[in-house]
């Protein structure tokens, strides 16, 4: 039997091993009886800090896109069709 211990609390599991009968969440464990409890509010917590991270990258991205357009008018391409323009603008030009 393998001896595995609990990914919180470091005690033995007492269980068999991944794919046996020890207790996973998916790519997470393993996890004694008594941490198995706590399990969902982990991911919960875990998720939410995916979701605030990926909100304040679309934040970055979306200051990246109006800083990029707002030079582009400083340019003379206007509009919703500003990047568009400046890419079609910028195959004619010498690299
Ligand atoms: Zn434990």
Do not use: H
């Not at 917590?45 to 909100?55: C, L, N, S, T, Y």
């Amino acid at each position: 039997m393998a001896f595995e211990l609990c990914k919180e609390c470091d005690e033995p599991t007492g269980r068999a091993g991944k794919g046996e009968d020890s207790l996973y969440a998916g790519d997470f464990g393993p996890y004694c009886e008594s941490c198995w409890g706590d399990v969902p509010e982990d991911l919960a917590d875990i998720i939410e800090a995916q979701r605030r991270k990926m909100v304040s990258m679309n934040d970055i991205i979306v200051d990246l896109y109006e800083s990029l357009e707002s030079a582009l008018s400083d340019r003379g391409y206007e509009g919703e069709d500003g990047i568009e323009n400046y890419s079609e603008a910028k195959a004619f030009l010498p690299r």
